[in-house]
């Protein structure tokens, strides 16, 4: 059998003409192959992703950042009829309510101060259309509901009716909208009920960083819009209108960001020696060592492990990153084998410190994608990371799992923290 070798390449912005050196076997009884006669670069682009249809769960706040500046981020919701509001008997509303769920004790950052909360009545009807890239549903500029130093509860249960139910972001709106919700009597179709109330986008004001917030549930039939009141018989009326489900109401990420020194690195390409990663509207990091495609096709690939460091978590409870590739400059990322485009990575994560450093070190197995590349004649290799970890393929937008906050992170790319690609081969 022949021998096999590890090769370790590391990732930055530079050239050599160096030949290629073996060294004698090492205590392992490999011998190792380093090379430094390829050149490389990586650099950042904008991420075209800023909403994605139905997410599990969603946040809100206002967070401050040095380099990513100010985002605010919030929901937009349509919602559906369930047997209790396709008709309606009440002779008296009580209270209308939004009610959505805390995922346990999951935050997006520590929210450090009050907030300003308002929501807005849409005024466009959200669709499936461009599922997994830009929507922007249009609202109405006049908030429904305003709340000035909001702070969330997510300790304490609450009783609706005789059942007591967990922690939840509940807010109350004016009667007038439950007046307004069941004054045709009868709902034939969901549309019919988008005609009359097409739903909300709840958001925070960014005048103030919160520090982050709780993450809360819009699965379906678990963010709910509920009408108290009583009928004719002085009998408990309750009618509920549901969120999230599969083809009639949709839930869309709100994000927003300004102020941010990483988008002017990006527009004028001064890569310095850090690569930052945020969803939602935001950047993502490419990976380019195209001299390595010829080389490759000389090795039986074992295994291929990309190797990042993680300087900067803030604002993200994801401990992985998300990565495409490509083998040409032509094709769209994505992945080419038996997954059908379909790319999860779950790395290993390991807390280190690197060069006096704390970081969160990464490795992605990208051993498939890289030989099928190969195998297909690639003549350029290229990496795309992700500040989540992937759902589906690039072929112009994004859709990135967990995507339910603006997940940000920071990569070095200097010093013994810079990327590594570690490749074990055979030699043909």
Partial sequence: M?????????????????????????????DVLT?????YTWSMVGDSIQT???????????????????????????????????????????SIVLIAPYINTFRNGTQASPMTLNVYELTSTMT??????????????????TIPNFTFNTTDSFMDGNIKLPPALRLKFDNSLAQRLIAPGTYSDNAALHNVFKGFLIKPEASTSTGGGPIMS????????????KDA??????????????????????????????????????????????????????????????RLKNYNII???????????????????????????????????????????Y??????????????????DISQDLMGHIENNATQLQFALLANNLATNWGGSLANTNNFIQTRKIIAMNGNAKPKLRINYLKK
């Avoid at 499936?128 to 509901?145: E, K, S």
């Avoid at 699965?219 to 009141?229: A, C, E, F, K, T």
């Avoid at 549901?242 to 869309?252: I, K, V, Y």
């Avoid at 390991?350 to 992605?364: K, M």
Wanted: net charge neutral; with cysteine; glycine share 6%.
């Fill in 347 to 364: 790395p290993n994560k390991i807390d280190t410190t690197i060069d006096g450093v704390a970081c969160s070190q990464i490795r992605l």
């Fill in 233 to 294: 018989n002085n009998l408990s009326v309750v009618s509920v209108f549901n969120t999230s489900g599969a083809t009639n109401s949709f839930t869309r990420i709100y994000a927003a960001t300004t102020n941010s020194l990483v988008e002017d690195i990006v527009n004028s390409k001064n890569f310095t020696n850090k690569m930052y990663l945020m969803s939602h509207d935001g950047y993502r990091g490419i990976l380019d060592f195209s001299n390595l495609a010829v």
């Fill in 35 to 39: 090379s430094d006669s390829f050149s």
């Fill in 218 to 229: 819009c699965q379906s039939n678990q963010m709910r819009l509920v009408i108290y009141g």
């Fill in 128 to 145: 499936t259309a461009n599922a997994f890239g830009n929507q922007d549903p249009t609202y109405n500029a006049t908030p429904l509901l």
């Fill in 303 to 345: 295994k291929a492990e990309l190797i990042v460091n993680v300087i900067d978590t803030s604002h993200s409870i994801i401990n992985r990153i998300g990565i495409l590739s490509r083998g040409n400059a032509t094709s769209a990322y994505g992945t080419i084998l038996d997954q059908k485009n379909i790319s999860f990575y």
């Fill in 52 to 94: 994605i249809a139905n997410p599990s769960a969603w946040s809100l706040g206002v967070s401050v950042h040095p380099d990513f500046g100010t985002s605010v981020y919030g929901l937009y919701t349509s919602f559906e009829t369930s047997s209790s509001s396709r008709s309606f008997n009440f002779s008296r509303v009580d």
């Fill in 2 to 30: 022949k021998p096999i070798l590890i090769v370790i390449f590391s990732l930055l912005t530079w050239s050599c003409s160096k030949s290629e050196v073996f060294n004698s076997a090492d205590s392992s009884g490999f």
